[in-house]
């Protein structure tokens, strides 16, 4: 499954030695063809790892014959030396495939302002590539986790043809918790301005829309990759439909095993006068450490909840807000509502429904509680 | 000491019944004049609890003759008849001093969402104002406390004439950890266009850079009082300084007493093109969740320094930034700098300093780290 469900891909995962426990560390997917077409988004956070800028060049053009991925190292934050080195990494992959460097992709995860140990990174390229196979998949997406539990693979079929693909990390696009990498394949007949279209389409309302800590990574990345080898060109809707479905669930996977979380929280902004409002307030909910701590302790407390719209520059009146938590609408019209005793949050899954009773648009975020464990786990990271 | 270190002004602090715990709840403060000037600042955030409406318009008319302040119950989002509470409350304080209720400012803090009872609160009034005393600061400051370790005063002599003050919470104006109350009095002989001038500019440089853990309040109020009761008139410049000098002491005392708070950061952005891009940059780390664990666990984990203000719109080129923890340069041109093993974290107070090289600039921002006390404090606080 994984990026090897749609045909016409190959991979690998292997342990390069990157990692100092000796765990997978070094994934490739190349894309056998017949197609080459690629497209891909990219953190925007201003400040870029070496691998984000060279995969945006190589986007660029719009064709990509292979992905080279590692964790145990972002290379972020590394100045000229560690562009070198992402360079100098897609020349071993494209040697190793006799391939164009150009059109070979780079991605990296794992702590910032640290080189890659490339005596280590280089020979890796060599065993993947000797290692590349059609069921490959499953081991590529177990060798991009860092502080993952579990590696996350995702799968469409579509009528003759297929979108699969991998992620790791916990977070968002643009902000991210960790360093997010995914990629996506498809044996679909499409060129890159239709992967394109489809992949915005996909990630604004999937990985854009789980904000899991605020935090936005320096190395965010999601490719797409067509290989054409079904040789059907699906309809443009129901291709969209596909990558949103598979970017959806590995969104939500990326959520379930976001670091230190007990609780996945779901944020409905209903009644926006804009989709822009609506976004605009379901960050402004999730990113509220407060309620995060609030929902950790099962506790439902909307007045979090109104001080985070009040916040933000939405439209809206604070005497006409509504707030549901899993069902009881505990605020109406700014004020108490239905009593918060009837809320039952005994379950991982928390809903909370926003209403700014102000329009007709509406958003949905994805966010995380704020624990304990969360804190012991990024207090201890790089130390 | 606290506000009746000035001449002019009684106050008094006492245990009313809101609090199930039996502590102090129930403060006033009265300007005995001869003069009645005030100036107040309120929190940004649009949904503003009823003691913040009612206070904004008494305020409009520059004079204050009391302040009555509440712990335990926020009286925010409580609707119409929570407005009527705090009307209530102020004519309560008016019928006990022989004042005029559009003359009696009324801050609460606590929890939002709940209606103060009322029952308890009347008779407090009374029985606060029946002990009212020009050594009550001391009394007053401790009855405001909430999730507050210890009361919070300060004070600042000039010649011939005092600005006394007391706070209560942790965090910032705007936004706020908790309800944030600061009041403040003087004996100089200040109309209340000198007395705004100067809190404005004092609260802007103090109490708005102080950024706990980014949650805005509904309830934040800073009410400056004069007495005039000194007879003297000083110089706006020492008087604003005064001003300054007691909300910064206080804004210091507020971060240090953050909820669950192990650590004090103090991040200083410099060759900044804009103050405002200071700010926006310092606000940006002292925001970042994933920062702030890392400072908690004695990391100088500088990538996350430069992720943070990867995410701001402030003029800076990524290859050029500098990063100096507790004076070691760890990130120098964007990139790996002086060795990290060299920074001491031991100690209680950490020094953020980020150079953006882009102008001449600089501001200040505090906060706090982020903890495992944080998170159970507010998990388990409303239930």
Redesign the interface.
Known sequence: MSVTAAQGFTAAGIAAGIKENGNPDLALVVNEGPRLAAAGVFTS????AAPVLWSEQVLRGGRVSAVVLNSGG?N????P??FQDTHATAEAVAGALGQSAGEVAVCSTG?????LPMDKLLPGVAKAAAELSAHGGEKAAIAIKTTDTVHKTAVHEGEGWTVGGMAKGAGMLA?G?ATMLVVLTTDADLDSAALDEALRAATRTTFDRADS??????NDTVLLLASGASGVTPAAESFTAAVEEVCADLARQLIRDAEGASKDIKIEVINAATEDDAVEVGRSIA????LK??I????P????V???????SAA?E??R?NVAINGVWV?K????GEDRELVDMRYREVHITADLAAGTETATIWTND???E??????????
Chains 1, 2 share one sequence.
């Open positions: 956070n201003r400040v870029k972002a972020a934050c590394t100045g030396a560690g702590l910032i302002g640290v080189r902000p918790l800590d605020g935090c936005m990574s320096t990113r509220n450490n407060l701590c609030a950790h302790g099962e506790d407390n909307w007045g979090r109104l001080s985070a719209i009040g916040t933000t809206f604070p005497d807000l605020c019209s700014g004020s108490v704020l624990t304990a969360y804190v012991h786990e990024n207090s201890a990271y790089s130390s």
